[in-house]
């Protein structure tokens, strides 16, 4: 039975998401406040978690970036449930390592039914350490690695990069791609993928001459066959 997180400060909101998630077959923990959010993680280590931004006593925010920071809770996945529904909010809410993000008013049959596809992407036990050559992606730390140098990847070009590691034989379109690390409910555009991809070859390619993104023109990108990933 998975377990869910739920920081929510609405009382009925949380009441609704309650018996919601629990007439699905969840376990819920939560808190209406987001003080002791993170010790609450800690502590329930939940399979997901609901995170309002707006809470009366913290910034959703930064709970979001401490659950990045902490290795025994990066690897959840977060869905922000907010009234913030500007396009800038939307891309920080993403950058700072949030799975999806949903606007309210919402529809909870929507709610649960993205939830459960997170949860469908879990079924295989991902490997802990994706390698090829020298550059390392090191799921349970959220860190990638090159020639042993730890490298400063925001947590959007993280996910584009492991996305593309983790599936070294396909070629995704820009589409797909923003589907799979952005999510459908998304305020980006196909440009998007370009300027990502571009910042990602800057920051694991260098100087180095190794060519570990490959385009395909016309249609996308997949990670370089030629460079073996290995699993561990």
Not at 54 to 72: A, Q, T, V
Not at 202 to 214: A, H, P
Request: charged share 30%.
């Amino acid at each position: 039975m998975k377990k869910i997180a739920v920081i929510e400060d609405d009382a009925d909101l949380y009441s609704l998401l309650q018996y919601n998630l629990e007439k699905e077959g969840f376990t819920m923990v939560g808190s209406k406040t987001g003080k002791g959010a993170l010790e609450l993680c800690r502590r329930e280590r939940p399979d997901l978690i609901i995170l309002d931004i707006m809470l009366p006593d913290s910034d959703g925010l930064e709970i979001c970036k401490g659950i990045r920071g902490n290795s025994d809770l990066a690897h959840i996945p977060v869905i922000f449930l907010t009234a913030r529904a500007s396009e800038t909010d939307r891309i920080v809410g993403l950058e700072l390592g949030a799975n999806d993000y949903i606007v309210k008013p919402f529809f909870v049959r929507e709610l649960i039914a993205r939830i459960k596809i997170h949860f469908r992407g879990q079924q295989q036990p991902a490997t802990k350490l994706l390698k090829a050559g020298e550059l390392e992606l090191d799921r349970t730390r959220c860190q990638v690695r090159m020639e042993g140098r730890e490298l400063a990847l925001t947590a959007t070009e993280f996910r584009l990069l492991e996305f593309l590691m983790s599936r070294p034989r396909v070629v995704f379109s820009r589409e797909q791609l923003l589907d799979a690390v952005w999510g459908h409910d998304r305020a980006v555009t196909d440009r998007t993928v370009d300027v990502y991809i571009l910042r990602l070859r800057q920051k694991i390619e260098g100087d180095s001459g190794l060519s570990f993104i490959r385009s395909v023109r016309g249609f996308g990108y997949s990670f370089n066959l030629e460079l073996a990933v290995t699993a561990q």
